[in-house]
């Protein structure tokens, strides 16, 4: 079947650099997603991976190893604001799904 | 652009009764995605549209739910009757590929 596990939660210090990993299993695989979701709102795109490595935005990046079937997210400088829940997403290419993780709460502490 | 736009924003009702959802998608986007948010189930694909042709609606629960995209600019999701247990937050997103999706602010939904 298709899945994809991410960690339900992760706390970490303002200021400091966190890790939200993200393992997927698919018949296919088109790219990896990220998406911030605050309490209350709706989710926001952050990067794409359809190749290995990492790709930067600003205090956030991204990386995949297809071979591997894995990917993460990494939060640099870590502000409060960075509180929220995280999603990776899968496009399989064999049958055109979009599948979501659960989400990865993040939680701030000052 | 004003993104993508849903309607209305809350919506309660009775069990029984008929909801209908709406999107407008961001212009020039070719795809549409319907999803259900509950903090039971996490986030939900019901359906996707691309070019206004249903893609994969697998993740329409049952026949109470329908979804249609008459056209480029305009999406409903419907589900007719509405249960308790359809009470949930939905959100329509619209992309130029499946990969980059640009999320509405949502409808809640509450069925009593």
């Known amino acids: 079947g298709q899945s994809l596990e991410q960690p339900s939660e992760v706390t970490a210090v303002e200021g400091a650099i966190v890790q939200i990993n993200c393992t997927y299993q698919?018949?296919?695989?088109?790219?990896l997603s990220w998406y911030q979701q605050h309490d209350g709102g709706a989710p926001t795109f952050l990067s794409y991976n359809a190749l290995d490595g990492l790709e930067e935005t600003g205090r956030f990046s991204s990386f995949l190893s297809r071979s591997d079937s894995y990917g993460y997210l990494l939060l640099q400088e870590l502000q409060m604001k960075d509180s929220a829940s995280y999603f990776c997403a899968v496009r399989d290419d064999r049958d055109d799904k979009i599948i979501f993780g659960k989400g990865t709460r993040l939680h701030i502490l000052p | 652009d004003a993104g993508v736009i849903q309607s209305p924003r809350h919506e309660v009702t009775e069990m029984g009764q008929e909801v209908t959802l709406r999107c407008k998608p961001i212009s020039g986007h070719d795809y549409l995605f319907w999803y259900r948010q509950t903090m039971m189930r996490g986030l939900e694909l019901l359906i996707y549209f691309n070019n206004n042709v249903p893609i994969d609606d697998s993740g329409m629960p049952e026949d109470r739910f329908s979804a249609k995209m008459p056209n480029a600019s305009f999406s409903t999701l419907k589900i007719q009757p509405s249960e308790p247990r359809d009470s949930a937050v939905y959100f329509c997103?619209?992309?130029?590929?499946?990969?980059?999706?640009?999320f509405g602010p949502g409808t809640r939904l509450t069925v009593t």
């Open positions: 698919t018949s296919g695989f088109y790219g």
């Open positions: 997103a619209s992309g130029l590929a499946g990969h980059e999706q640009y």
